[in-house]
């Protein structure tokens, strides 16, 4: 298909034929994880795209890049005649596009540090298969992998190299990719060793709601946040008061774009907030040119307890963050009194911050549990360190630090314990989100490594630091391949009475996959059981006010002042999509019988 005498013509803008193979591609994206290859969500360009015009409303191109693209399309295209431009047009045109994909982290592999970036997409083996045969010369042009030219010749070599380990995100099937979308929070065909529960609807029309907490105040009040950096009072009766709690909407940045993992992230309540007023916020903000992430102390209105003074901020702590993606985001008091503080390790892929990376580099703030004494702050420091922290006394370490080497933990809570034996009470749960193969659940301890980077979930992830014989990291309770999710959110240990059958056992999810899940500790082996959560099938939710199904990206967890426990999920993981839902867990077997 090389061209021999007459030049393939060039239109001024994309030929027919370069529309017309793609459109038959081009399908409803999959609701996976959107990211680009700077690791910044996806955008819309503020300059309408004249090439890659189907990521013109959503994706990672500005119109420079989209320039960019479209010349090196043309010097791609004038080796070819028009035969050869009429067969290979439309497969060049969109490898190429797939920079501006919403995905593109995911189809070029960026996600994978200890991989050069991918010069060609990861390709579906079918779509590759139909790519080699019409049209494999023009490889070493959209290519200078010295290996890809190597098996260029052997069709199946080359379409293992273009290959993605994670099959759901080769491209196109990306696009309509079925296992990515169907059967998510609906009834489970298949129950065998499944626990089937139902549930309770008890708000929507939330903007990708991402904690719900109490004050414990005894009023039953619960606050739900919004990402934009709203939150919310329920009142007991579950009614929502008109005006907001808390509005730092202007101060909070984050984006409508699906991916955007900056915004508001957490919220707790002082333990003695009964008599100081006190709450505590993390969110992500912007200065100057720096994206930070900044801890706040406000003080609720001495004139109305449903109401913030909006001017009583005052910053605890900023942290700068390197990349707009891992920013942590749990805040919470634990048994001791003091204020925890979980950060990500800083964004892009693989921690590649210094030599070891932030999480295991005690010297930065990034990839750790903090832990912090904000009692008495009114005078003299804004918070001090605790006496027992663990590395206190340790030279170069940072004495905020109370356990390192996490990943991105999203969603933590505290045990409180069974209800008669206070068995388990003060544990800290925590899921942190993996890189690209497992998830896992952590319980955390002081002073404790829990081993990011140099492994993901049981794995070896940086065999250099992995082989460490000081690294005496703790492992997972749990953790789970990315066949069965891709984002793990953390939840709680059932500690309420509504549902006797359920004390004791840790339930939590996966934001991408939406699948509940189960663990059960065995007290005589200290080993977790795993167990899936289904809906309840037949007529097992058929209670006035019960339902089977949810929305399938499934954010956060929450209990009540009684311990009951709830979950926040959304239809469309966006900051600004009100299709957020709050659903209260119930255990259809404590349920009235039914004549």
């Known amino acids: 298909m090389r061209r021999s005498n007459g030049k393939a013509p060039r239109p001024s803008r994309l030929s027919p034929i370069g529309v017309l193979c793609l459109s038959a591609l081009w399908l409803a994206p999959a609701m996976s994880h959107p990211q680009c290859l700077d690791f910044k969500p996806p955008f819309r360009p503020l300059r309408e795209l004249d090439f890659c015009v189907m990521y013109k409303e959503f994706g990672c191109c500005d119109y420079q890049k989209d320039q960019e693209l479209m010349t090196k399309f043309y010097r791609i295209m004038d080796n070819f005649d028009y035969h050869g431009y009429t067969s290979c047009a439309g497969f060049v045109l969109e490898l190429l596009c797939q920079e501006c994909s919403p995905y593109a982290a995911h189809l070029f592999d960026a ?25 494999s010369s023009t490889i070493p042009l959209l290519s200078d992998d010295p290996h890809m030219v190597k098996v260029k010749e052997d069709r199946a070599r080359f379409c293992q190299y273009v290959g993605l380990d994670d099959v759901d995100y080769c491209y196109p099937h990306l696009l309509s990719n079925q296992k990515l979308t169907n059967n998510l929070g609906r009834v489970q065909s298949d129950s065998d060793g499944c626990l089937q529960l ?106 109305d307890m449903n109401e913030v003074d909006h001017t009583s901020e005052r910053v605890i702590l900023e942290i700068d963050e390197p990349a707009s993606n891992h920013n942590g985001g749990q805040l919470l008091f634990a048994d001791d009194g003091y204020l925890y503080i979980f950060t990500g390790d800083g964004g892009m892929a693989g921690d590649p911050f210094g030599k070891y990376g932030n999480a295991q580099n005690k010297s930065a703030l990034l990839g750790k549990v903090l832990r912090i004494d904000v009692d008495d702050n009114e005078r003299g420091p804004l918070y001090r360190i605790p006496a027992d922290n663990p590395f206190t006394h340790e030279r170069g370490a940072r004495p905020e630090v109370y356990a390192y080497g996490v990943r991105n933990m999203w969603r933590c809570s505290v045990d409180r314990g069974d209800p008669r034996t206070k068995e388990g009470k003060g544990r800290i749960f925590c899921g942190d989100v993996g890189q690209n193969k497992f998830e896992e659940i952590d319980i955390i301890e002081k ?76 007290r005589n082996t200290g080993q977790w059981k795993y167990n899936e959560i289904c809906m309840g099938m037949g007529l097992t939710c058929a209670f006035p006010g019960l339902i089977n199904n949810y929305h399938q990206y499934i954010i956060s967890f929450a209990e009540d002042e009684a311990g009951e426990l709830y979950f926040m999920s959304t239809g469309i993981p966006s900051a600004t999509s009100p299709s957020g839902v709050i659903y209260k867990v119930a255990d259809p077997s404590r349920c009235p019988t039914r004549e």
């Open 111 to 135: 996600e994978d540090p200890g991989t050069t970036l991918r010069t060609i997409p990861g390709l579906c083996q079918d779509h590759c298969f139909q790519f080699w045969e019409k049209c």
């Open 198 to 303: 139902c549930l309770e609807e008890v708000a929507n029309g939330l903007r990708n709601p991402l904690a719900m907490v109490h004050a414990n105040d005894g009023t039953h009040r619960f606050f739900v946040a919004e990402q934009v950096g709203l939150v919310w009072t329920f009142l007991p009766d579950r009614s929502k008061l008109q005006r907001p709690f808390l509005n730092i909407t202007k101060a909070v940045l984050t984006s409508s774009w699906e991916g955007d993992e900056r915004g508001f992230l957490g919220l707790t309540f002082h333990p003695k907030y009964k008599y100081n007023r006190k709450l505590y916020v993390y969110y992500s903000v912007e200065v100057g040119f720096d994206e930070r992430i900044r801890i706040s102390e406000f003080r609720v209105s001495t004139s």
């Open 447 to 522: 002073g404790r490594n829990y081993g990011w980077r140099a492994k993901e979930g049981f794995s070896c992830y940086d065999k250099k630091l992995c082989a460490n014989r000081t690294l005496d990291d703790v492992l997972p309770i749990y953790a789970y391949p990315h066949k069965m999710g891709k984002s793990v959110t953390g939840g709680y240990v059932y500690r309420g009475c509504e549902y006797p059958n359920l004390n004791g056992m840790y339930i939590f999810g996966d934001f991408m996959s939406g699948r509940l899940m189960s663990l059960q500790e065995d």
